[in-house]
T-cell receptor, first 117, second 114 residues
Framework: AQSVAQPEDQVNVAEGNPLTVKCTYSVSGNPYLFWYVQYPNRGLQFLLKYITGDNLVKGSYGFEAEFNKSQTSFHLKKPSALVSDSALYFCAVRPLNYGGSQGNLIFGKGTKLSVKP | GAVVSQHPSWVICKSGTSVKIECRSLDFQATTMFWYRQFPKQSLMLMATSNEGSKATYEQGVEKDKFLINHASLTLSTLTVTSAHPEDSSFYIC??????????FGSGTRLTVV
């Protein structure tokens, strides 16, 4: 079965320190990969995506992610965390060989990021 | 960038009544929209895929007669929760495939059934 794993329910980081939110996936073919952020009682905001090309993708608010095909990972990173980065982060994939589905995203369970001053 | 407008943001309704949630793509045409349900501290669960001009495709376990989806135009999809019950209380989010190619999400609707 196709799936996305975010192994950490919560990540705690001190402000100013680098942060990493992990994501691995298990899908057929070469998927499109996404990161979204969700603030309380809000929809999802797009951060970045990987379609093809350079494995290091830069996105909104200083976030970046590195696509690693051999490890089937797409970890989200930021060199210096801000308190305002505290939110729920979702990794998602769209399998290109998605069979009977109609191009919907498959989501990880989400990782709560907490940045302390 | 692409924008999807979803409303209402929150709604409280009495048990047994119906509630309609609208999802509009404001600056692009969306032939396909997706409806998700999110329980507290959990991920998004795909309920159905809405296709303009045709019937929606529902995920296994989702009652199509209870969650009516209409996608009558290229910019509007609606989800109607019929005969709502307290267990239908949840956060509902719509999404549309935009020209990115990416997916743009609405701001969500908090439904509380009392």
């Amino acid at each position: 079965a196709q799936s996305v794993a975010q192994p950490e329910d919560q990540v705690n980081v001190a402000e100013g320190n680098p942060l990493t939110v992990k994501c691995t996936y298990s899908v057929s073919g070469n998927p499109y990969l996404f990161w979204y952020v969700q603030y309380p009682n809000r929809g999802l905001q797009f951060l970045l995506k990987y379609i093809t090309g350079d494995n290091l993708v830069k996105g909104s608010y200083g976030f970046e992610a590195e696509f690693n095909k051999s490890q089937t990972s797409f970890h989200l990173k930021k060199p210096s965390a801000l308190v305002s980065d505290s939110a729920l982060y979702f990794c998602a994939v769209r399998p290109l060989n998605y069979g009977g589905s109609q191009g919907n995203l498959i989501f990880g369970k989400g990782t709560k990021l907490s940045v302390k001053p | 960038g692409a924008v999807v407008s979803q409303h209402p943001s929150w709604v409280i309704c009495k048990s047994g009544t119906s509630v309609k949630i609208e999802c509009r793509s404001l600056d692009f045409q969306a032939t396909t929209m997706f409806w998700y349900r999110q329980f507290p501290k959990q991920s998004l669960m795909l309920m159905a895929t809405s296709n303009e001009g045709s019937k929606a495709t529902y995920e296994q376990g989702v009652e199509k007669d209870k969650f009516l989806i209409n996608h009558a135009s290229l910019t509007l999809s609606t989800l109607t929760v019929t005969s709502a019950h307290p267990e239908d209380s949840s956060f509902y989010i719509c999404s549309a495939r935009d020209p990115g190619p990416s997916y743009t999400f609405g701001s969500g609707t908090r439904l509380t059934v009392v």
